[in-house]
T-cell receptor, first 115, second 109 residues
């Protein structure tokens, strides 16, 4: 299995809703990432989990809350989002975090629209 | 600051060759990656360079010159399915990936 699976593919939510994005990989990778990508822009790193511990939080607003229940799963809990948070949210994984030849495998993304 | 420059958009003809350049200024260097991203889809890994020189992988090749802070991605025998954005990313001294804004490649018949 060489895939990263993300659900849902599309999500529309109001500013008062609470929802979650889910990500799963079974490649034995020990690092997992959340990226946010706006149209025609490169991915922006949000969070990195290494060995199930949060290792990087790129000053992301608290309305985004990551969770790593185990080494295969990564969630992103969403609450009180703003319309400007509408974007493609990409999950990725890699063998490890602090290694040079560390190739990221991305999931297909969850396209989020906040009304 | 850290900076990666790529052309915003390029156009090429089916069957031809195109070279996409990337220049970088980062705090340290631990490798350079090229990713392909079709519209609305996730990026997929194309190549990795850490030493100077050319890495060839089928129709795609990637070149690196660390002294010049320069890389290029060479695509040969272009096919319509190669229409996509190509992202250059550099891993810095903290092993963080710094991404370029991407080059949108348009292939015409």
């Amino acid at each position: 299995d060489t895939e990263v699976t993300q659900t849902p593919k599309h999500l529309v939510m109001g500013m008062t809703n609470k929802k979650s994005l889910k990500c799963e990989q079974h490649m034995g990778h020990r690092a997992m990432y959340w990226y946010k990508q706006k149209a025609k822009k490169p991915p922006e790193l949000m969070f990195v989990y290494s060995y199930e511990k949060l290792s990087i939080n790129e000053s992301v607003p608290s309305r985004f809350s990551p969770e790593c229940p185990n080494s295969s799963l990564l969630n992103l809990h969403l609450h009180a989002l703003q319309p400007e948070d509408s974007a493609l949210y990409l999950c990725a994984s890699s063998q490890d975090e602090g290694v040079g030849a560390n190739v990221l495998t991305f999931g297909a993304g969850s396209r989020l629209t906040v009304l | 600051g850290q900076n990666i420059d790529q052309p915003t958009e390029m156009t090429a003809t089916e069957g031809a060759i195109v070279q996409i350049n990337c220049t970088y200024q980062t705090s340290g260097f631990n490798g350079l990656f090229w990713y392909q991203q079709h519209a609305g889809e996730a990026p997929t890994f194309l190549s990795y360079n850490v030493l100077d020189g050319l890495e060839e992988k089928g129709r795609f090749s990637s070149f690196l010159s660390r002294s010049k802070g320069y890389s290029y991605l060479l695509l040969k025998e272009l096919q319509m399915k190669d229409s996509a954005s190509y992202l250059c990313a550099v891993r810095d001294s903290n092993y963080q990936l710094i991404w370029g804004a991407g080059t949108k490649l348009i292939i015409k018949p």
